[in-house]
């Protein structure tokens, strides 16, 4: 079956600890990316990779890191979370042009909550 | 910058009720044009799309037409079902040297028996 899958699905954790949230995908995916998702604010995108070793800062990158060392996965790294960063986060992936277009495969979400 | 504008929810209906949720955007260039939709706590899934302008898009009795005169993309569907209730996001594809697709913030669709 063709996924997006994350982990953990819920995390709560305290202010400076560092955390990954690991996205993996089984589609051939080149096209990546991270979006957090705030009431009222709805999905703003955080990091995306067009493909290994590509990666670029989305509309708010500050306070975390990414990777992209494989095709499949796209780890989304808090070096020291704050409670600002408390959120739903999403993972979604994409073939090259269809990223571009905004065609997006989804996962399930991760629920962070800082303390 | 490019935008997109949604209605605010939440929308609540009856069951079996007509359906509209606009959708009007700003860009540059010429965008695929996006409704996506998100049932209680799962990720977003793809639910319909166009690609040029006069495009209509339609997936499980929802329906979306490209308007480049008017900049919109109303989501429409002429029966709702208590199984539609979820949150419903326009969203605009990258145009130009852009790689960031662009949300709107969300609708939220509740329907009653």
């Known amino acids: 079956e063709a996924q997006v899958t994350q982990n953990p699905r819920y995390l709560i954790t305290v202010t400076g600890k560092k955390l990954t949230v690991t996205c993996s995908q089984n589609m051939n995916h080149e096209y990546m990316s991270w979006y957090r998702q705030d009431p009222g604010l709805g999905l703003r995108q955080i990091y995306y990779s067009m493909n290994v070793e590509v990666t670029d800062k989305g509309d708010v990158p500050e306070g975390y890191k990414v990777s992209r060392k494989e095709k499949r996965n796209f780890p989304l790294i808090l070096e020291s979370p704050s409670p600002n960063q408390t959120s739903l986060y999403f993972c979604a992936s994409s073939l090259g042009w269809q990223g571009r277009s905004g065609e997006l495969f989804f996962g399930e979400g991760s629920r962070l909550t800082v303390l | 910058g490019d935008s997109v504008t949604q209605m605010e929810g939440p929308v609540t209906l009856s069951e079996e009720a007509f359906l509209t949720i606009n959708c009007t955007y700003t860009?540059?260039?010429?965008?695929?044009l996006f409704w996506y939709v998100q049932y209680p706590g799962e990720g977003l899934q793809l639910l319909l799309k166009?690609?040029?302008?006069?495009d209509k898009g339609s997936n499980k009795g929802f329906e979306a037409t490209y308007r480049k005169e008017t900049t919109s993309f109303h989501l429409e569907k002429g029966s709702v079902q208590v199984s539609d209730s979820a949150v419903y996001f326009c969203?605009?594809?990258?145009?130009?040297?852009?790689?960031?697709?662009?949300f709107g913030r969300g609708t939220s669709l509740i329907v009653h028996p």
């Open positions: 969203a605009l594809g990258t145009s130009g040297g852009s790689y960031i697709p662009t």
């Open positions: 166009a690609t040029k302008a006069d």
């Open positions: 860009a540059t260039g010429y965008p695929s």
